[in-house]
């Protein structure tokens, strides 16, 4: 039973790229979460989807950043024309309803390093 | 907006007894989370509080205080493996908000 997938790890991109971080969620959750980590701070929330739907994007920038989860396939987390302060890890969880009490399970996160 | 505090290091002996003390001010509580995470790994689930008292989990224990807004994770036993970062985290029904997280080194 495999965990939250993301990938790739670790990503590189020079200024003005795109960056595009895919999450497979575990076989059966249906909620995906993206959060982003800044070196020496915590966790922020970013986005909840479900399936074909973004419910929160309350924490996502308005400009450059783009979250899908299609009804196949991964959700995928897009960043456009990527700055230095875009440099971060971003984490994907996923859950089998929204309720806290069943928890997130996290993927290993991707590194983005912006050049 | 949301609020949460919590030491940024602590270090302590092997086999002792560490307490990371986690404070929050949230609107809309609707639980509080301790979470692992190793450096460069995901977080990993430790205990999930809801009502106040003290949830216990072999080694981990977790305890809430909802009128004082505080948390504690008490690490006992403590073993080289727990050196890691341990996050607290209060939800918002589907949403959490992280601390900036407690670095804990176990020497030996």
């Known amino acids: 039973n495999a965990g939250v997938m993301q990938n790739p790890r670790h990503l590189v991109r020079r200024r003005g790229q795109e960056a595009r971080l895919r999450c497979s969620p575990m076989?059966?959750?249906?909620?995906v979460y993206w959060y982003r980590q800044l070196p020496e701070e915590g966790l922020k929330f970013m986005v909840y989807l479900q399936k074909e739907n973004i419910i929160d994007e309350s924490g996502m920038p308005k400009e450059r950043f783009s979250a899908e989860f299609p009804k196949e396939g991964p959700s995928i987390l897009r960043i456009q024309q990527v700055v230095r302060g875009d440099s971060a890890a971003y984490f994907c969880a996923s859950s089998p309803r929204a309720e806290p009490n069943y928890g997130y399970t996290f993927g290993s996160g991707t590194r983005l390093t912006v050049v | 907006g949301q609020n949460i505090d919590q030491p940024t290091e602590m270090t302590a002996t092997e086999g002792a007894i560490v307490q990371i003390n986690c404070t929050y001010q949230?609107?809309?509580?609707?639980?509080l989370f301790w979470y692992q995470q190793h450096a460069g790994e995901a977080p990993t689930f430790l205990s999930y509080?809801?009502?106040?008292g003290l949830e216990e989990k072999g080694r981990f224990s977790s305890f809430l205080s909802r009128s004082k807004g505080y948390s504690y994770l008490l690490l006992k036993e403590l073993q080289m493996k727990d050196s890691a970062s341990y996050l607290c985290?209060?939800?918002?029904?589907?949403?959490?908000?992280f601390g900036a997280g407690t670095t804990v080194t176990v020497r030996a």
């Open positions: 985290a209060a939800c918002t029904y589907y949403k959490l908000s």
């Open positions: 076989k059966g959750h249906s909620h």
């Open positions: 949230t609107s809309g509580f609707n639980g």
């Open positions: 509080n809801v009502l106040d």
